[in-house]
């Protein structure tokens, strides 16, 4: 493991730390501290190199976009290996498990529940259209409104396949014990309910029709 992966660890989360490697607290705080005066002179040298004059950056490892982003590099090269006999995308895979539930949706509703917006919706929803795997129709409520539901193909192509999704997200959970496994979800989901995009953190959103 690289001194800047371990610093990580050893600092955001000392206590699982202390207890896998069964060493003492003191002697995880020296080991943090000297990791800390490394990167830090490391950093310091390399600017000198470089003449600048701006502050020292975070190592990669410290900021969570970027471990999001690599966990999302992971998730989906996972899903790919596991489920690339389907043809089918992560986000495909989730439009029609959002149909399978909630059939009749519309274009808004199922961009919310997937996390892509409306144009993005459409365009999917189009794709797995000329697959036959959905069909679309005007809504009776709301003719200017289009909705969505599976067809047998799209049914058959999610029992098929499922088994190969759970596998590719077990995969992606295992380097974590069990144990930790619902508190990492539930952090994830605190983190998404929290920022949602157009409205302040903790504000719910508002009820739609």
Same mark, same amino acid.
């Given at each position: 493991?690289?001194?800047e992966?371990?610093?990580?660890l %050893?600092?955001?989360?000392?206590? @699982?730390?202390?207890?896998?490697?069964? *060493?003492?607290? /003191?002697?995880?705080?020296? =080991?943090?501290?000297g990791?800390e005066?490394n990167l830090s002179?490391k950093?310091?040298n390399a600017?000198?190199?470089?003449?600048?004059? %701006?502050?020292?950056?975070?190592p @990669?490892?410290s900021?969570?976009?970027y *471990?999001?982003r /690599?966990?999302?590099?992971? =998730?989906?090269?996972?899903?790919?290996?596991e489920?690339?006999?389907?043809?089918?995308?992560?986000?495909?895979?989730?439009?029609l498990?959002?149909?399978?539930?909630h059939?009749?949706?519309?274009?808004?509703?199922?961009?919310?529940?997937?996390?892509?917006?409306?144009?993005n919706?459409?365009e999917?929803?189009?794709?797995?259209?000329?697959r036959?795997?959905?069909r679309?129709?005007?809504?009776?409520r709301?003719?200017?409104s289009?909705?969505a539901?599976?067809?047998?193909?799209g049914?058959a192509l999610?029992?098929?396949?499922y088994?190969?999704?759970?596998r590719?997200q077990d995969?992606?959970?295992a380097?974590?014990p069990p144990s930790?496994?619902?508190?990492?979800?539930?952090?994830?989901?605190?983190l998404i309910?929290?920022?949602a995009?157009?409205r302040?953190?903790g504000?719910?959103?508002?009820?739609r029709?």
């Open positions: 493991m690289s001194p992966r371990r610093f990580i %050893l600092a955001y989360a000392p206590s @699982l730390r202390d207890n896998a490697a069964g *060493l003492p607290h /003191r002697r995880i705080s020296r =080991h943090r501290s990791l005066t002179k950093s310091v600017r000198a190199a470089a003449g600048s004059t %701006l502050p020292s950056p975070l @990669l490892w900021r969570p976009g *471990l999001v /690599r966990l999302h590099q992971i =998730h989906s090269a996972l899903f790919a290996e489920c690339k006999k389907f043809n089918l995308t992560p986000v495909q895979y989730g439009l498990t959002v149909l399978r539930h059939p009749g949706s519309d274009q808004v509703t199922i961009g919310k529940e997937v996390g892509i917006d409306r144009t919706a459409a999917v929803l189009a794709r797995l259209a000329e036959g795997l959905v679309r129709s005007r809504s009776e709301d003719r200017r289009i909705v539901f599976l067809t047998k193909a049914e999610l029992e098929r396949s088994a190969h999704m759970q590719s995969r992606f959970l380097p974590l930790s496994r619902p508190a990492f979800m539930a952090m994830m989901v605190r309910e929290g920022k995009p157009g302040p953190p504000k719910p959103a508002a009820p029709g």
